[in-house]
């Protein structure tokens, strides 16, 4: 059975930090940016979250949780101090240390649901840094890849109920590519999409002003907390796989946070088996114009075994490349229409970014820690597991464990496909030439059939 990866970032709500996932880390967890200088200044919330992140903490009983499907689990960060972790509940590693950015991996689980625990036995001198998780789930039966279909949120395909707002910002979903997205600070407002699929992935931003929100998935509700005192762009704010490809799924995001407080939503990524390309040409071989229906292919192969040439009707062609135009214009002009004016800040003071039941911890405490950047504790040097401009890398090519993906929400080399636009996504389009397609196409069907020594050499079936 085929195996593909995916990976989880530190930085992910999928992640759960106890009792707290952003403040002093001397009293839960505390997230570090490398290219923002480190740990963040707790004057100034909603400071960009740039490059290699991890969370760290000094905190003894300091606890991450994770909620995965699949057969295997790697854990990966930094520790000079010791930590347990368990497995469904049952421990299988008491006192555990680490010299390498391999915290913990454990294979050969049953297909499934599994949850993991771990806990620090963290102090200001012993640390413990979490950098992501890598998840290895199997392919359904008959599957060899899955291929990626994002739904930007723009997509006409996504239901939103609520008020929402389409908004911009430099650093959503990156400083590299920025693009619209959308936001709401109505409580309860929601955004839908029905899918068929192995796995389901929902991105959006991390900032000051965010709060909890909820996803539900074929009926079952899951909460999570988007609130942090950075600004995140592109976070991985829900994922599950084992789904069943063959039958629908519906996912939705609600935000559950009261008035004023906000959600933001980037895409909804579909992972779905990888349809074979020969396939998809074999069931589209035709073209329509009218009550007419031309094989292009048959039409190729007639005039090729004939040796007098024909003209071909020019409104046959033209009407199929009109009517391809007309439906862009159409595509392009519904995508305008949904972006609506800009939304606000947030019209009340945003909660802290704690977990519901633990009190939250003296952030003016840590304003003097968190002036000087502490180093990874472990002796193997970090490099981010995040896309980037530069040409992409493996930040764990040299461990023998298991070599990840370089993006959050790629598969694995075995698995991976190149990603798909979804149905109903608008696509920037260039000025179509019809009248030189169409001349083009006529000199293609109408040139005469090549002498023996001009055939090229045929290609292997």
Known sequence: MALFNHTIDDSDPVFKFYPYADGDFT????????????????????????????HYTAFGGASV????????????????????????STTVGSGLTSKTNLL??????????????????????????????????????????????????????????????VDNDNQIPSKAAPKP???????????????????IAINGALNWGHWTYNVTLDGVSRQYNASTFWLVGNAQLFYESGLDPTEPHQVTLINSAGA???????????????????????????????????????????TAASSSSSKVDAGVIAGPVVGGVALIAIILATFFWLRRRRL????????????????SP????????????????????????????????????????????DSRTALSQAAQSSPQSAPGQAQPQQPVDVERIIELIAQRIDRPPPADHEIPPQYPH
């Open 27 to 54: 009293g839960g967890w505390s997230p570090w940016f490398a290219d923002s200088g480190g740990f963040r200044d707790v004057s100034v919330p909603g400071e960009d979250g740039v490059g290699q992140s991890m």
């Open 65 to 88: 949780f994770l909620e995965f499907h699949g057969s295997a689990i790697y854990v990966f960060g930094s520790a000079n101090c010791s930590y347990d972790v368990t497995v469904d």
């Open 104 to 165: 913990f991996s454990t294979t050969g689980l049953s297909l499934g649901t599994h949850f993991l625990n771990l806990t620090a036995h963290a102090s200001n001198q012993q640390q413990l840094a979490l950098d992501s998780a890598v998840v290895s789930d199997a392919l359904p039966n008959g599957v060899d890849s899955l291929v990626s279909v994002v739904y930007d949120n723009t997509n006409s395909t996504l239901q939103y109920s609520g008020d929402w707002e």
């Open 181 to 199: 997205y959308h936001q709401t600070s109505a409580s309860m407002a929601s955004a839908s999409l029905n899918f068929t699929g192995s796995a």
């Open 260 to 302: 004023g407080m906000v959600m933001s939503l980037n895409d909804f990524t579909v992972y779905a088996p990888n349809v074979s390309s020969t396939s998809a040409i074999s069931s589209s071989s035709s073209l329509t114009a009218g009550s007419s229906t031309q094989s292009i292919s048959a039409a190729a192969t007639s």
């Open 344 to 359: 606000g800040g947030p019209t009340q003071d945003p909660p802290a970014p704690y977990f519901e039941g633990y009190s």
């Open 362 to 405: 003296n952030l003016n405490a840590v304003s003097e820690k968190v002036q000087t950047v502490l180093s990874p504790p472990s002796t193997v040097p970090y490099q981010s597991n995040r896309p980037s401009t530069d040409a992409p890398f493996n930040p764990y090519a040299s461990q023998s464990a298991i070599a990840p993906t």
